[in-house]
């Protein structure tokens, strides 16, 4: 399981801003996608994209249903899908890619 990259500081300043999605489990944290939409739908989207990923990181744990809430994002059993706060920008930064 790989994160996805942010692009360069080019790429950026061609499109709108993308939020960084992750998802958690216990202290573990990775990084699905960055989109543009902060949505609930958008939200979803990833979770379904990656849902191979989400599984592989739950385990044998029962996940139950899914449920949403605007400050924690999608829950699913011990795992939850949410946006962490941090734009593409700010990821691409802290990597040391933009000075």
């Given at each position: 399981?790989?994160?996805?990259?942010?692009?360069?500081?080019?790429?950026?300043?061609?499109?709108?801003?993308?939020?960084?999605?992750?998802?958690?489990?216990?202290?573990?944290?990775?990084?699905?996608?960055?989109?543009?939409?902060?949505?609930?739908?958008?939200?979803?989207?990833?979770?379904?994209?990656?849902?191979?990923?989400?599984?592989?990181?739950?385990?044998?744990?029962?996940?139950?249903?899914?449920?949403?809430s605007?400050?924690?994002?999608?829950?699913?059993?011990p795992?939850?899908?949410h946006?962490?706060?941090?734009?593409?920008?700010?990821?691409?930064?802290?990597?040391?890619?933009?000075?």
């Amino acid at each position: 399981m790989t994160a996805p990259n942010p692009r360069t500081l080019t790429q950026m300043q061609c499109y709108r801003t993308s939020y960084e999605v992750a998802v958690t489990q216990g202290n573990v944290t990775i990084r699905l996608a960055f989109i543009a939409r902060r949505t609930r739908g958008a939200l979803l989207t990833v979770a379904q994209d990656n849902g191979s990923q989400i599984l592989d990181l739950i385990g044998d744990r029962p996940v139950g249903d899914a449920t949403y809430s605007s400050t924690t994002g999608w829950t699913f059993g011990p795992a939850r899908v949410h946006f962490t706060g941090r734009t593409e920008r700010d990821v691409a930064s802290a990597m040391g890619r933009i000075v």
